[in-house]
């Protein structure tokens, strides 16, 4: 061999050497760097997972009565695998199967379609399972179609009937409580992601809103999954994994059927007699706790919707009435989202306010009909006089210019409208003391906070709205340039940042700016009632599991104290006790056998209604029972509803009577709700079966 | 040279076994891969065919069949002195052109993925004339190189242009079928004859720029099918084409990727018992090594092709006989080339074409082919003592 071609040789040997290590570099990078990547994505090609989900965890009563549990339904299923396997694609067996259910066609191809199946903005009624699930089409199936379907299975391949679980809430003896149990759906894209820091399989429910959602993680329990390995075909060849469903936790709570029933009755029975005396009576809520523990025993918001629709399938009517307006959107809680005026149940809190400014609680004010402040008069309610009397009869009568008067030296006193750097603010603080803006710390989603107008609102207020008013012709509609909004807007552009003379007097009476959500009201007055302490507000009381253990046990907490003597809150509950006894809620509870405390108001609105016309009152009523050794906080409001005694304050009785077994100014023995005279400490049995107590 | 002396001594002892003379590591490594190979082919198909309702070692059973005529003609091979072949040389070769002319003519040809490149016989039998052809052109090439008047290192540059037509006439009839692979390996090995015949390296310089300008103007002026182009560009961007040659060619390497150090085991690979890749016991079956022996079994390969291909060297650097050499050297470019393309292939390295892996991919041309390549280079070692 000659010299060129040996060296040739060993290039070429070179060469394919190099080639070979190359290909042994690339199979170590694909199978050992990135082996675990390709792992995955293998996976990924050839499992399917099946998911069977689990039985959602039952929501009960503090009695163990179900709120909310597993019903069987009739569910009509089609199988995507083997309608995609005809010829058509399964049209012509949809197009049968819609017809035997009376459904759109349209809709049915809509059900049965993969979400990416479907182009972007056509998606809505998509699945989001997986195409290895049966996908239902109806869940409440009449047995007979299901049984033409079945027993035809030539003309109905991949269709089939099964039994299937859906949430229910049952409504027993007429419960709704559909603000506070919530409701279940599918998934969403953003669940799915994994964003919200969980992990879900594409076919389960979870809670959208109410218990439902807050106790989502303890209720819905663990999917089984079974993890089949497909090929190339979809054809099944082995299966990986069968792990079986876990069932979910089951949910205690403080409520209570029976009361839960009356309070929603007591409600709208308030809203349509405040229609019946002419007022607009939109909406309201009512809410019972109980005093020593912060425990909701019944909470109730009106206007409601069955909790069931949103299983049943939601038409689009539906969905587009719970928020309507017209129909004073349904969907929202008054009881934990709504903001009110508290008008004259506020002035607990000015009582609190005159006692820390020294105001000698026992001695006698003067009522006048009305108190000129700067250049504006404030009238007393009806513009009546009352005369000269004790600041606790006072409370009872609802005198208001006694307060105006008050608020407004104390005003002066802090500097007026340039205030001193170290203001006393005797009536912020009073209000601060109930914890007045923060939460109640329920366990229901979006709870609303109350709003204090102090001087740090009216700072931020001014900072947001200065442009608007300080160039109100520019920015104003038409309609609203009438010369007393532009002299109003004149007067916030000027000082628009400060406590005004006319701010202050509001303030005292629970009127202006200030406005409060049912619920906080509720643990303002079981906060006076308990003498000074302020609890969380909970509706959870226990997760508990299948076999009856305790996983956890929610206790309301101690959120704070308030600031006021023992002789003031004394005075306080007597002054309140009066209230019943000789003032404005004394007809209502007329005759009633157990001693009741509390107070009326209503709060002026402004603004009108979609027809024009002009809003009425706010009609409220906040009570704590029996006067004594109070238990029990009652409050109940009724917007638009008219004078607080006449529209609440009955209501309030209602709930009461309910709560106390009474019947006819007696007490029923035995037919009290708690007979022993407070709610159950022990966690109940769990059922599905458990009926609530009957009433002798 | 003493170390020459000594495989003398060791080879003269093996006079009386039916291979006396061959070299055993080659033997060793060739029939370790045949098993190997044997195995893939029953792993790729056992499983889908027995779910389908077919018989599960149907290609089990044609592979065997095929290693046992492959082994005859390896046999038969080695017996004659590789010298003698000369005399038959060009008819051998005649008969590889006719065979890529008939696969042209439409009604005799068979098409498979795009490429017309089998001739079907009757019994579901079907002949690859390119993997003959491919033995053909290197047997003659080296024939011409090698045969010199004159006792002039370099071959005259009308001995290099008679080569290169003999290479040239089947390159082209396999370009219009066309199978760009084949084409390819068939270049890289006239490419490694010339270049160690001693030819200059303007030569081999001027060849390999000149295969490079084929390819570009094969590419541009459409003599390549879309069809090959698809090929060609989802290697440049996998993601291009979801479900055609880009799905193949991720399937193939998720199947390897999946399988890390040791593997599924074998006939447990879910990749290749749901059968995601396609072609899997022909073109693709390394990626069932990959999948179910994982890096071990998969690095075995490699390195038995490497063990190969090394004994290959030692066997063109020991003859005496430049045509042996030409021959060898011819060979090793056949199998590196056509080992890189197809590994390259399902690794991602190379872009897609339809070539088998040699000893391992079940199709009896190439493996009859390849067998027949293996009995050449046992032939030259055993007449390389001179």
């Known amino acids: ?696 | 040279m003493s170390q020459i002396s000594v495989r003398r001594g060791l080879y003269q002892h093996r006079r009386f076994s039916i291979f006396h003379g061959s070299d055993p590591v080659l033997t060793t490594a060739v029939a370790l891969l045949l098993i190997i190979g044997t195995l893939l082919v029953y792993a790729a198909t056992r499983d889908w065919y027995a779910r389908n309702g077919l018989d599960p070692q149907f290609y089990l059973k044609r592979h065997v069949i095929n290693i046992a005529i492959g082994t005859l003609l390896a046999y038969g091979t080695t017996l004659i002195d590789y010298r003698l072949l000369r005399a038959y040389i060009p008819i051998f070769w005649g008969l590889g052109v006719l065979g890529l002319i008939i696969v042209l003519i439409p009604g005799l040809g068979t098409s498979i993925n795009g490429a017309r490149a089998w001739i079907s016989l009757p019994g579901g039998f079907q002949i690859q004339p390119a993997e003959l052809a491919k033995i053909a052109i290197i047997v003659g090439m080296s024939m011409l190189l090698s045969e010199r008047s004159h006792d002039s290192n370099k071959p005259e540059t009308s001995d290099l242009l008679q080569a290169l037509v003999i290479a040239a006439i089947p390159v082209l009839l396999i370009i219009r079928q066309p199978d760009m692979g084949t084409a390819f390996i068939i270049s890289a090995s006239v490419i490694t004859i010339i270049a160690v015949s001693g030819a200059s390296s303007r030569w081999v310089i001027g060849l390999l720029i000149l295969a490079i300008l084929v390819a570009v103007v094969a590419t541009k002026t459409g003599v390549i099918s879309q069809y090959q182009l698809n090929r060609l560009q989802t290697f440049v961007d996998p993601t291009a084409d979801t479900q055609g040659t880009g799905y193949q060619l991720r399937q193939a390497r998720i199947a390897i990727g999946s399988g890390g150090l040791i593997g599924k085991g074998l006939f447990n690979g879910p990749q290749t018992n749901g059968r995601f890749v396609p072609e899997q016991q022909t073109d693709f079956i390394f990626t069932v090594a990959g999948e179910e022996l994982g890096f071990l079994g998969g690095g075995l390969i490699i390195f038995l092709y490497l063990l190969i291909l090394m004994r290959a060297f030692a066997i063109a650097r020991r003859t005496s006989d430049p045509f042996g050499r030409l021959v060898t050297t011819g060979i090793i470019g056949w199998f590196a080339f056509q080992i890189f393309e197809n590994i390259g292939m399902t690794l991602g390295l190379m872009p897609m074409t339809g070539v088998p892996l040699p000893f391992i991919s079940y199709g009896g041309s190439s493996m009859f082919a390849t067998l027949i390549g293996f009995g050449l280079l046992q032939n030259v070692h055993a007449r390389s003592k001179g």
């Open chain 1, 1 to 696: 061999m000659n010299q060129r071609s040996r060296l040739s040789l060993l290039v070429v040997q070179i060469l394919i050497v190099s080639l070979m290590v190359a290909l042994l570099g690339r199979l170590f990078y694909l199978q050992i760097a990135m082996g675990p990547t390709y792992r995955d994505a293998a996976l990924s090609i050839q499992s399917r997972d099946v998911v069977s989900p689990a039985t959602r965890g039952l929501i009960v009563d503090s009695s163990g009565v179900p709120l909310a549990l597993n019903k069987v339904g009739l569910a009509i299923t089609i199988d995507r695998i083997a309608i995609d396997k005809q010829p058509d694609k399964g049209v012509a067996v949809m197009a049968r199967l819609s017809r035997l259910l009376k459904l759109q066609y349209a809709n049915v191809y809509r059900n049965t379609r993969l979400c990416g199946e479907l182009p972007t903005g056509q998606r809505a009624g998509c699945w989001t399972g997986s195409r290895y699930q049966p996908i239902p089409i109806t869940k409440s199936a009449d047995p007979d179609v299901a049984l033409q379907i079945v027993e035809n299975s030539d003309q109905f391949p991949g269709i089939d009937a099964q039994p299937i679980a859906i949430r229910n809430y049952p409504g027993t003896v007429g419960v709704n409580a559909a603000h506070v149990l919530g409701y279940v759906g599918p998934l969403t894209e953003e669940d799915l992601s994994g964003e919200n820091g969980k992990n879900f399989f594409r076919s389960e429910s979870i809670g959208k809103s109410g218990l439902e959602i807050v106790y989502d993680s303890f209720l819905r329990g663990i999917p089984g999954i079974r993890t089949l390995i497909v090929d190339r075909k979809e054809a099944i060849t082995s299966q990986r994994q069968n792990t079986p469903p876990v069932a979910g936790d089951h949910l205690v709570t403080s409520l209570d059927v029976r009361l839960q029933a009356a309070t929603e009755t007591a409600l709208a029975d308030a809203v349509l007699r405040g229609r019946a005396n002419g007022y607009t009576s939109d909406s309201g809520a009512a809410v019972v706790m109980d005093v020593r523990n912060g425990q909701i025993l019944a909470i109730a918001s009106y206007p409601t919707y069955d909790p069931n629709i949103f299983e049943k399938g939601l038409t689009v009517a539906q969905a587009s009435d719970l928020f309507s307006e017209k129909k004073a959107v349904p969907a929202l809680s008054r009881a934990l989202q709504g903001l009110y005026a508290p008008a004259s149940t506020f002035k607990s809190v000015s009582v609190i306010a005159a006692a820390s400014a020294g105001y000698n609680l026992n001695a006698s004010y003067k009522c006048p009909s009305e108190l000129q402040v700067g250049t504006r008069l404030f009238q007393n309610f009806e513009s009546k006089s009352q005369g000269t009397m004790s600041l606790k009869k006072m409370i009872a009568v609802s005198c208001d210019t006694v307060w105006y008067r008050i608020a407004f030296d104390e005003w002066l006193r802090d500097g007026g409208l340039s205030p001193k750097s170290n203001p006393n603010d005797y009536f912020f603080k009073a209000a601060a003391s109930f914890n007045f803006t923060q939460k109640v710390g329920v366990d229901l989603p979006s709870e609303s906070s109350s709003r204090l107008a102090n001087r740090a609102y009216k700072k931020s207020w001014y900072q947001q709205n200065k442009d608007f008013y300080c160039n109100y012709k520019e920015r104003a509609t038409k309609a609203q340039q009438t010369p007393f909004l532009i002299l109003l807007a004149k007067e916030n552009c000027v000082d628009g940042d400060k406590v005004r003379a006319g701010d202050a007097v509001n303030f005292s009476i629970g009127q202006g700016e200030t406005v409060v959500t049912p619920l906080k009201l509720a643990q303002m007055y079981a906060a006076i009632g308990n003498g000074g302490t302020i609890w969380q507000m909970m509706v959870g009381k226990a997760i508990v599991k299948t076999d009856g253990t305790v996983v956890k046990t929610m206790k309301p907490e101690k959120l704070g104290t308030l600031s006021a003597s023992k002789e003031t809150i004394d005075f306080l509950r007597g002054a309140l006790r009066e209230v019943v006894v000789a003032g404005t809620g004394t007809g209502a509870f007329a005759g009633f056998p157990i001693p009741i405390s509390g107070k009326t108001g209503t709060a002026e609105v402004f603004g009108r209604n979609l027809n024009g016309s002009l809003k009425d009152n706010t009609s409220w009523f906040a009570s704590y029972a029996p006067s004594n050794k109070p238990r029990y906080a009652v409050v109940m409001m009724v917007s638009q509803g008219g004078f607080g005694a006449s529209t609440s304050g009955v209501g309030v009785r209602n709930i009461y009577e309910t709560l106390f077994g009474v019947k006819g100014n007696k007490v029923v023995p035995g037919a009290a709700i708690f007979p022993d005279g407070k709610p159950p400490i022990k966690l109940p049995k769990i059922s599905p079966a458990t009926k609530p107590r009957v009433a002798p």
